[in-house]
Nanobody, 120 residues
Framework: VQLQASGGGLVQAGGSLSLSCAVS????????VGWFRQAPGKEREFVGG????????YYAESVKGRFTISRDNVKNTVYLQMNSLKPEDTAVYYC??????????????WGQGTLVTVSS
């Protein structure tokens, strides 16, 4: 199973970015996907997740109302739309695949991460 996260970059505070996570090698329609981030010197933290059906989305309080997760089961891709970005959102963002969405890091597979930098 491979996960490929992409879409990171440099953006000014208040701006938007959209990350993608392409999943291959697994029945995507039965895969829950979580997004995590890790800032320098900090622990990896849960950002949000989406159930395999897409009927359930979950978000960390710090991003609720600003970030939106969606999935396209035809393209085997999950998206993280990030709006109203803040400097504290700067981190390497990872996507992870598993059976259920969990805020912990016990997912079966992880992508390589994509860097998001928000300038003030």
């Amino acid at each position: 199973v491979q996960l490929q996260a992409s879409g990171g970059g440099l953006v000014q505070a208040g701006g938007s970015l959209s990350l993608s996570c392409a999943v291959s090698g697994r029945t995507f329609s039965s895969t829950a996907v979580g997004w995590f981030r890790q800032a320098p010197g900090k622990e990896r933290e849960f950002v949000g997740g989406i159930t395999w059906s897409g009927g359930g989305t979950y978000y960390a309080e710090s991003v609720k109302g600003r970030f939106t997760i969606s999935r396209d089961n035809v393209k085997n891709t999950v998206y993280l739309q990030m709006n109203s970005l803040k400097p504290e959102d700067t981190a390497v963002y990872y996507c992870a695949a598993g059976t259920v969405v969990t805020t912990g890091t016990s997912y079966d597979y992880w992508g390589q991460g994509t860097l998001v930098t928000v300038s003030s």
